[in-house]
């Protein structure tokens, strides 16, 4: 995935003024024509206008338990509410019936640290491709399958050559590397977990409450850990419609998520994406949810470093593997969700 205008501001602001505008030419299904680039020094004011605008248009910012608004950084809350409302005017989700599955297919790809020894290390990427089929009693199908290592630079690929191409068939970093190879696991009725969304709350106090409990979904407390809960949510088993606009109000409001910006999904769709820093890592891990900023789709997350992250590599010795490694920048998790349907077999796809 690439971040587009990432480091230039300027650029930034304007592409949170044509998402603004954008949003409000879809909303008011006008025939408006995107507004021409304007000199720099305009441009802070008209992000200012395009923000209030979207203010107008968007849903309120919901009160948290403890009485304040809390809140993102403003250009992540704005877009946050706006994709909240998408979320709710969209029609229920597919069910499967019994007899039917949900299938969904997904892409996923870890960037890892192997440990050739005295001192030399080198990274490689191994992609999986995941279809799962969820049945509702319980019963489904899991086919994981696994892809090819690459390396992210040509001295990685030269290190591992140098190493004697070591075989990068690995289980650690609680990473399963069977490269070339699939796993397919077969489920009977209720041996196949399958999550029920449909008593979740959708008020977004009452869900925030039900989230910062642990009890819906174990971990620690603190916010980066709720966003982190969040994504979990959306992902593969999505909730209904009014839950989802639930859980971008819940994001919206929580202080620390960032607009990453305008993005490029790893299937090439076009996407908007949010993040959270995670304060508490040595590594700076960075945790994206990208987005349809239209239908309030899901499309995909990942982790990025944010800092160099290292560990003491000799103390595994060699051909140990280690994730979240890298200098700042390396993408060392991505998910990218691809299609998902009813059918009506464990063979059937989309």
Known sequence: MKTLDERDPMTFE??????????????????????????????????????????????????????????????????????????????????????????TRSESAWTLLYVVGNGRTFLFNTPMIRQSWHGPDGSGRILNTFGRASFPTEEDRATWIAAGSPDLYQVQADVDLYEGRTEDSRFGPGELTYPDYADLPTDPEELLELIESRELIGGPDGDWQTFSIIGDLLREVSPGPKVRAALYQIAAELPGVELVGRVVDGAGRQGVAVAYTNPSSDARARLELIFDPTTAELFGWGEVLVADSTVDVESGGPGAVYGAVGPAGTRTFTTTWLVSGVVDSTTETL
């Open 14 to 103: 304007q592409d949170v003024l044509d998402l603004a505008l954008e949003s409000l030419h879809t909303r008011q299904g006008s025939d408006l024509a995107p507004a021409p680039p304007r000199p720099h020094r305009h441009r802070r004011a008209a992000v200012a206008i395009a923000a209030a605008a979207l203010a107008i248009a968007i849903a309120l910012p919901i009160a948290l338990p403890g009485g304040g608004t809390g809140g993102a950084e403003p250009a992540a809350a704005g877009l946050l509410h706006q994709v909240a409302l998408r979320a709710g005017q969209q029609p229920p989700d597919p069910t499967p019936q019994p007899g039917q599955y949900l299938y």
